[in-house]
């Protein structure tokens, strides 16, 4: 089975800190994605990267920047965080060259809290 | 117009009975279709995954597809309290980032 792993199941950070999710995945799955799920508004895509080094905005970067230094490690990252960031961030990863057809599999997300 | 649109629920159901959930979407260009199930606290977890039109049966769960309606249905055949969930539908074309649903929650009752 598909494994995705996130560092942090529940974290707590004030304003103005810079915060770092962590997600690994463990079968070679070239793409990896982090999402932030909230009440209303569903999932929405920040980041997504298809290969080591690379990555591509999703929806709303705006305040979010991403690290991909390895093939099985995608890493989110909050400048200066705030509180309209306090949300559920969910990482996901997928197989197969470029974006195509494949499905997404999910870690179980980590709720940060930005006091 | 949200690219896929699903009714947030809850739908409430007793035990056994036959659920059917539904997504419509508007982008044509969609191919492959996913059902995911969320618990509470939990990342989404693949349910069912098909392309183009069709039916496709995993168990109690049935996955369709109807293209010329841009239609997506989930049917769970016997539901238990274990079904009890938020199941998003998503959906892609070949070559384009996952679009989700909002989510139904669905709550099945002993």
């Known amino acids: 089975d598909v494994k995705v792993t996130q560092s942090s199941r529940y974290l707590v950070k004030r304003t103005g800190e810079k915060v770092f999710l962590e997600c690994v995945q463990d079968m070679d799955h070239e793409n990896m994605f982090w999402y932030r799920q909230d009440p209303g508004l569903g999932l929405r895509l920040i980041y997504f990267s298809y290969d080591v080094k690379m990555k591509e905005k999703g929806d709303i970067p705006e305040g979010y920047s991403v690290s991909r230094e390895k093939k099985e490690r995608f890493s989110l990252i909050l400048e200066s965080a705030s509180t309209n960031q306090t949300s559920m961030y969910l990482c996901?990863?997928?197989?197969?060259?470029?974006?195509?057809?494949?499905?997404?599999?999910f870690g179980d997300g980590t709720r940060l809290s930005i006091l | 117009q949200k690219e896929v649109e699903q009714d947030p629920g809850p739908l409430s159901v007793p035990e056994g009975a036959i659920v059917s959930l539904n997504c419509t979407y508007s982008?044509?260009?969609?191919?492959?279709f996913m059902w995911y199930r969320q618990y509470s606290r939990k990342g989404p977890e693949l349910l069912m995954y098909?392309?183009?039109?069709g039916n496709k049966e995993d168990g109690r769960f049935t996955a369709q597809v109807d293209k010329s309606s841009k239609y997506i249905s989930l049917f769970i055949r016997d539901s238990q309290p274990s079904d009890s969930a938020t199941y998003l539908c998503a959906s892609y074309s070949g070559y384009s980032t996952l679009t989700f649903g909002k989510g139904t929650m669905l709550l099945v009752s002993p």
């Open positions: 098909t392309y183009s039109s």
């Open positions: 996901a990863s997928s197989s197969s060259g470029g974006l195509s057809n494949q499905p997404q599999h």
């Open positions: 982008n044509s260009a969609f191919q492959y």
